[in-house]
């Protein structure tokens, strides 16, 4: 049996077969319109993957009406305007050999005023816990109209070129407030009991059959359990997945969770691969339509696993794509080594969509920009030093040498990842190394020369006269200049997380921002007692909100011992630490050991002494100015484009 035999195999979801299990699960990344219609950016996102293999891509977020959009640039087919647009979408995607389906829904309550210009909608005037916003309660007459809405929009998508609609019925948006007790206390026809609270789902499958007819596929997206106090479980998932197939749906995706239980719909690197397929594994128990899974997903092998095992029938992989729009391609070829595998750190998707811009990826900064960035070869051929070889310093030598260029790579440690590598040694943090596995594997395949344990120097570019050198040095630990932080059993952060030594005991860590947070987990998880002391008011202020949640957590449950906006004095002798809080100084302590992780300051050795001797020189990332991940790689990708 081929290695995936599953996932390389068509499947039929109603009327459409797709040529493999591969599908593109629906995610907002904010890059339409503000009316709705198409841009060359959304369509070009999706076309991307179409040319990467993906049997089936599942569009983002539909509007059915201008107050159902959650975000200020989501596609929509409320009006007929919006039609041919996205037939240009759906042409481009049928090109590249892809089938489309485009996700419709309403954003109910889970919306905000700025958003729709007027008062949110739902079931019941109860106000979503994560918007805040008081609801209009929707008479009967406008639960009518919205169903024909409904109707309608799946109709223009029809019109439009798509292969089929994915009703949204999960994650608290309005078809799902309808029917859940959680959020609907209606009393009329559409509330109450489950038949009644189903009603407003089931007569909108009705609706777009009897105007699409039967050779549309209608997929329906539901929350398994919206995991609440008062929301749908899995046994009444069970019973609302009977009604809908009765009623005519072709399919089922099964997902979890509403906007107050957010972080298990885009579960971040704590949560394990596949985790939401045992939900789909009990809704296949009691219907005879396909039913797939999403949720962490992002290796193909993983999705072979599960459809063997008969948990799924197939699994949607979002961000996976996001990672790697070619991933379906690669894989079926039998290059794993190729692939980008998502690591779930939210940085790029989800930070960068809740921040009013269109969504990224940390590890692709091709993503949502294929209509700005192609590689072409470069018109001059040059001889391009890097000097390291971090994920911003290797990012520009994997493009450069795709350009053409003549590229060697000088990577003072013995392997390459610099800072990023040493960010993959805490918990949930592992799958960082996959990447820089990758872009070692890429540099390898491509030619690139790299020396490790070689520094590169200023009497290396005068003997060598390369064309140009890209300084991508990266940073180093800063301790600040208190008493006491040269004493032998004060430490680096960093030292530590790379196995340079080990402490053991009573631990205090200085710094609670990122590397901070991450390394007292660390040491937590490792048995011991640990102190953090924060001059800020907060810890960890720059960790993505769905993963801090779970760090946060993690260090409670340690009962680590948090001092912040606490400035540190001295560390004293005797192992105490003397700390001011405001007005009040104390002493903390004694300790075992102290560990830094104050911040970072970059690597500069090289900026002084190369002007002049050299064409050109560019510097990227931390050696520019520290950052996070997603901005090292997209300057090391961006500066080898203009070389």
């Not at 309608?152 to 994650?171: S, Y």
């Not at 540099?443 to 050198?469: A, C, F, R, S, W």
């Not at 190369?610 to 990332?621: A, P, R, T």
Request: hydrophobic residues 40%; proline residues 5%.
């Amino acid at each position: 049996m081929p290695v995936l035999e599953k996932m390389s195999s068509p499947m039929k979801l109603g009327p459409v077969e797709i040529k493999n299990k591969f599908i593109v699960s629906p995610m907002v990344m904010n890059c339409c319109n503000e009316d709705g219609t198409a841009t060359e950016k959304f369509i070009c996102y999706h076309e991307e993957k179409a040319k990467g293999g993906w049997g089936l891509i599942v569009t983002e977020d539909y509007a059915v009406d201008p107050t159902g959009r959650t975000y200020q640039y989501l596609p929509g087919l409320w009006a007929d305007y919006q039609i041919p647009s996205h037939k240009e979408l759906t042409d481009r995607v049928h090109a590249a050999g892809a089938k489309i389906f485009a996700q419709i829904y309403h954003g109910g309550r889970q919306t905000e005023e700025w958003i729709i210009g007027q008062q949110v909608w739902a079931p019941s005037p109860i106000p979503c816990p994560v918007k805040k916003a008081l609801p209009h309660e929707m008479t009967t007459e406008e639960v009518d109209e919205m169903i024909e809405k409904f109707g309608d929009a799946a109709l223009r998508a029809k019109k439009a070129g798509f292969d089929g609609v994915q009703i949204h019925g999960a994650h608290g948006y309005l078809v799902c407030e309808f029917a859940s007790a959680y959020s609907n206390k209606r009393v009329d026809k559409y509330g109450g009991n489950l038949v009644n609270r189903m009603r407003f789902p089931v007569e909108i499958v009705k609706n777009i059959r009897k105007k699409c007819g039967d050779d549309f596929a209608i997929d329906y997206k539901i929350s398994g359990e919206e995991c609440v106090n008062g929301g749908n479980t899995i046994e009444d998932t069970k019973a609302m997945a009977i009604m809908l197939e009765e009623a005519g749906i072709n399919s089922l995706n099964v997902s979890v969770a509403v906007y107050e239980t957010w972080f298990m719909q885009v579960p971040p690197s704590v949560m394990g691969h596949g985790w939401l397929a045992d939900y789909a594994e009990e809704i296949k128990k009691v219907v005879n339509i396909p039913v797939t899974t999403v949720g962490r997903v992002n290796d193909a092998l993983v999705a072979e696993g599960i459809i063997r095992s008969g948990k799924a029938d197939a699994c949607y992989m979002g961000r996976a794509s996001l990672a790697d729009p070619h991933m379906p391609n690669k894989a079926m070829e039998g290059r794993f080594e190729d692939i980008i595998h998502c690591m779930a750190c939210l940085q790029g998707c989800t930070s960068k969509i809740d921040s009013g811009c269109h969504g990224q990826c940390t590890l692709n900064p091709r993503t949502v920009r294929e209509d700005e960035f192609q590689i072409t070869p470069a018109e001059v051929k040059k001889n391009i030093y890097v000097a390291g070889g971090g994920p911003s310093g290797a990012e520009a030598a994997i493009v450069l040498a795709q350009r053409g260029h003549k590229v060697t790579v000088f990577e003072k440690a013995d392997r390459l990842g610099g800072m990023y590598g040493t960010a993959a040694v805490p918990p949930w943090k592992g799958e960082i190394a996959a990447f820089v596995t990758w872009q070692r594997t890429q540099l390898e395949k491509l030619g690139v020369t790299i020396h490790y344990n070689t520094e590169l120097t200023k009497e290396m570019v005068e003997k060598d006269q390369p064309d140009t050198v890209v300084v991508a040095t990266g940073s180093h630990p800063f301790v600040p200049p208190f008493p006491g932080r040269e004493q032998e059993f004060v430490v680096s952060a960093v030292d530590l997380l790379r196995g340079k030594l080990q402490v053991n005991g009573n631990i205090a860590v200085i710094g609670g921002g990122l590397v901070g947070g991450e390394t007292a987990n660390f040491l937590a998880t490792h048995g011991n007692q640990v102190t953090i002391i924060e001059m800020m008011p907060e810890i960890v202020k720059e960790e993505p909100g769905n993963m801090k949640r779970f760090l946060l957590k993690q260090l409670e449950d340690f009962k680590t011992d948090i001092h912040t906006s606490t400035a540190v004095q001295t560390i004293n002798e005797d192992r105490t630490i003397t700390v001011k809080k405001g007005e009040e100084e104390k002493v903390l302590g004694p300790f075992d050991a102290v560990v830094t992780a104050v911040g970072m300051r970059a690597n500069m050795e090289l900026k002084d002494t190369l002007e002049g001797i050299v064409k050109e020189v560019v510097y990227i990332g931390d050696a520019l100015k520290p950052g996070n991940a997603l901005n090292a790689i997209e300057e090391g990708y961006i500066v080898a484009l203009t070389i």
